[in-house]
């Protein structure tokens, strides 16, 4: 089975940083984009970073562009989400998505074929 399991999340304060990680199993994210997204009470679920399997291409929301950096270590099997300045807006659960090897649309969550459990950033002011 595929499983993408994050972890780093917590209760920070406002302009705080945290890394976040997703390992995954059952596939080789060697040949998989990959994204994260985010979701707060009451919101949709909305996109934060996506990275091509090699690593080489990335995009990011603008609401977090210059402030996270997304990246991936294939050999460890993992991607990480690296998050600085953080504010109270970035509140959510955090989700780590795999997709193929060619996605059309990054902020579309049906481009994406699998999912982790989601985890938990809460930023106070």
């Known amino acids: 089975q595929v499983r993408l399991v994050e972890s780093g999340g917590g209760l920070v304060q406002a302009g705080d940083s945290l890394r976040l990680s997703c390992v995954a199993s059952g596939i080789s994210l060697g040949g998989y984009y990959m994204a994260w997204f985010r979701q707060a009470p009451g919101k949709e679920r909305e996109f934060v970073a996506a990275?091509?399997?090699?690593?080489?291409?990335?995009d990011y929301a603008g609401s977090v562009k210059d402030r996270f950096t997304i990246s991936k270590n294939n050999g460890k099997n993992t991607v990480t989400l690296q998050m600085n300045a953080l504010k109270p807006e970035d509140t959510a659960a955090y989700y780590c998505a795999a997709g193929s090897n060619r996605i059309i649309n990054p902020r579309d969550t049906s481009d994406w074929l699998h999912w982790g459990q989601g985890i938990q950033v809460t930023v106070s002011s």
């Open positions: 990275i091509s399997p090699s690593g080489v291409y990335i």
